[in-house]
């Protein structure tokens, strides 16, 4: 099937001799003249023709669609998978590594690791409905430093000796013994070599380190894909730092080859060449450890032999990690040549001010907690919740989980932003709670017509379409323009890899789609053609917005 889309740049692309750099855009139609204008990027006006079997071509370069046309191809392509509604090609991108997530163990999940996970989430989501080749990675720090902390202080509270493993701790006592043991390590010079000390014993396979490091690791990980799933999300690939603990000698020889090397005070440190100026990059500690840099280098280059062919590694990091990565890349492409994939840090910014309610220290299983419970406190006080009483638990849960992913989007992702927990559960505004809300009420138009909307038993008749009030024609109109440039928000999200993009869409589709439930009745419509013209295009738009939900993870309800 061809979209409307698709056929307005292929008109245009006959008239320009060809051309294919041509975007197209739906215009809002007008309420003085309720018809939708094409606007055509990058065609010359010079070659418009006054007719088309789209439409007419007016002298600003836009196409005025007829209306039956715009709304019965809008119906159609609702159908369509998100691969079918966009127009730029991934011929160069057949399989990706994206890894995101990858917390500290043994530390807090703080705000970084959230927006982390939920940008990762989104871009794996997005290039897998391309059809791309996608391998979602999870890669945990669990080696290094934090350890050497966690277990000297477990150390002291066990009396003098590392505990066995016949009880484990839970993540939050985890928690706050590390918290302990930082502030230990900062006010006790003593207390913070002890905990170096534990670091090589670790790094000589100390049998009693390793032991309890084993059960901490596996304990913490199996902790977090738990938080992970609550969020719908899978991984593919579970790896840590510990996997290239022993790579660093390998890793050194091949540095040696490859860049200038010196030693400074015990540490060696190699020349990286940098844009503006170089700059000497430490790659192994003066007693003898390894960096975490060095494990990096291990890891890429162990994903690049182990995955291939891959055409392009993402790392969704917080920009704090530039120069890391800037390092990381420029080494990896010294030792390798340009026979590698591309290598991406995709950046985001901080998230401010993210405290509990009662402005304490938040971790990431406390922010789920607690918008899951502003969720059941805000839907238990709004007259709009219709949910049945056995179902009201799970549905405060979807509220409260989609609302933080939502709120994530509402900011582009290089933006810092400051978390609200008042605008995070609002039936208006930009919000998760205001979509479900929408969507939701247009599904009880279909459940009470006793219509499936999974079936097909709604069909747009555009003979009838001259039958119906101009009003309701500019809703209809409007929420066709959003559902057909759906094609366009894909080619632009795929190009900024920003899934803000896509929910400031779904928002416009959920207002188009209140403003026309508004202006249109159904249940009531004595007219059968013009309520089944109506609830074509409801059925339409309601396809289009869980499909573009559901490449940010979030599957709107159908009762809440």
């Known amino acids: 099937m061809t979209t409307l889309r698709h056929a307005v740049l292929r008109t245009c692309s006959k008239l320009d001799g060809g051309a294919v750099n041509t975007s197209v855009v739906f215009g809002r139609p007008s309420k003085k003249e309720p018809h939708v204008r094409a606007k055509i990027l990058g065609c010359k006006k010079d070659v418009i023709n006054s007719q088309s079997e789209l439409g007419k071509w007016l002298e600003d370069g836009t196409l005025q669609v007829h209306n039956e046309l715009f709304i019965s191809k809008s119906i159609e392509q609702a159908e369509l998978s998100v691969n079918n509604h966009a127009s730029n090609s991934l011929r160069d991108l057949k399989k990706v590594l994206v890894e995101f997530g990858s917390p500290n163990i043994a530390k807090p999940f703080h705000p970084g690791n959230f927006r982390s996970v939920v940008i990762g989430h989104f871009v794996s989501n997005l290039l897998a409905s391309r059809g791309v080749d996608v391998i979602k990675m999870n890669y945990f720090g669990d080696w290094g430093k934090q350890f050497g902390i966690l277990l000297k202080t477990l150390e002291d509270v066990n009396g003098g000796t590392l505990p066995n493993c016949d009880r484990l701790l839970s993540q939050r006592e985890f928690l706050a013994l590390y918290a302990a043991g930082c502030q230990r390590c900062n006010d006790d010079e003593k207390f913070e070599a002890a905990c170096s000390e534990i670091c090589r014993r670790l790094d000589g396979a100390d049998a009693s380190c390793l032991r309890l490091w084993k059960s901490i690791r596996k304990s913490s990980i199996s902790h977090a894909i738990s938080l992970y799933r609550q969020f719908g999300i899978e991984f593919d690939e579970i790896a840590g730092e510990s996997d290239y603990r022993d ?133 238990a006080e709004s007259p709009f919740t219709k949910s049945q009483e056995s179902d009201f638990d799970e549905v405060s849960k979807t509220v409260g989980i989609s609302s933080l992913i939502v709120n994530e989007f509402n900011y582009k992702r290089t933006s810092d932003y400051k978390f609200n927990w008042e605008k995070l559960i609002s039936f208006s505004g930009k919000s998760a709670t205001y979509m479900h809300f929408i969507h939701a009420r247009i599904c009880s138009i279909f459940r009470e017509l006793d219509i499936d909307l999974k079936s097909d038993q709604v069909r747009f008749a555009a003979e009838f379409l001259n039958d119906e009030k101009q009003p309701v024609l500019f809703g209809m109109l409007d929420v066709c323009v959003n559902i057909s440039n759906f094609g366009h928000i894909i080619d632009e999200s795929q190009k900024s890899l920003d899934g803000y993009i896509v929910v400031d869409y779904c928002f416009k589709l959920c207002r188009s789609l209140s403003t026309l439930y508004n202006l249109a009745p159904c249940v009531n419509e004595d007219n059968e053609r013009l309520q089944r013209n109506r609830l074509a295009v409801f059925r339409a738009g309601i396809l289009v917005l869980r499909r573009a939900l559901g490449l940010v993870g979030v599957k709107p309800l159908e009762r809440l």
């Open 247 to 379: 790579a660093g000698n390998t890793i050194l020889k091949k540095l040696r080859c490859n860049f200038e090397m010196e030693t400074v005070r015990g540490a060696e440190r190699i020349l990286v060449k940098g844009e503006k100026q170089d700059a000497w990059v430490t790659v192994r500690k003066s007693d003898g450890s390894y960096l975490y840099l060095t494990r990096d280098i291990a890891a890429a280059l162990d994903r690049i032999e182990n995955f291939r062919p891959l055409d392009h590694m993402f790392y969704v990091v917080d920009r704090s990690q530039f120069q890391h990565f800037y390092n990381l890349f420029s080494i990896i492409k010294k030792i390798s040549g340009d026979q590698i994939p591309t290598m991406t840090h995709l950046s985001f910014g901080r998230v401010l001010g993210m405290s509990s309610r009662n402005n304490q220290a938040l971790d990431l299983e406390t922010l789920l907690l607690e918008s899951i419970n502003l969720a059941r406190e805000k839907l």
